[in-house]
């Protein structure tokens, strides 16, 4: 496909600040990330991404949309959607998750996030 107009879909879903569509980015780390980001797991930063977006106002209580989705396509049926969101990621470290979700806040809320800032930046 065109790497180009993926990549300015990314930018324009992390500048929006619309939680659904950053919810969307999640999932998409181990494509996104290159070698300077070595080190640190794709599935942290997914995790992060799920649980930033209830963070911004996605509705995630356990009769939400995104829980019924979850539900429906997934059989992930039990809990929030954040726990749901979890269970589909795997095992990961939930304080690594934390200080990636408040270093993902921040870029979003300052307006700096972008592919580079939240994938390639050197670790």
Known sequence: ??????DATVEQALRAREPYAIQ???GLSLLMMNASAKGDQPEVTDAALALLACDLGASCGPNSLLSLQLC???GRCQGSARDRML???GPVDMEAVERERKRLRALIDSGNATITSV???PR
């Open 72 to 74: 429906a396509a997934e």
């Open 119 to 121: 994938w390639r930046y």
């Open 24 to 26: 969307s980015l999640s």
């Open 1 to 6: 496909g065109d790497g180009a107009a993926a």
């Open 87 to 89: 269970e589909r990621i």
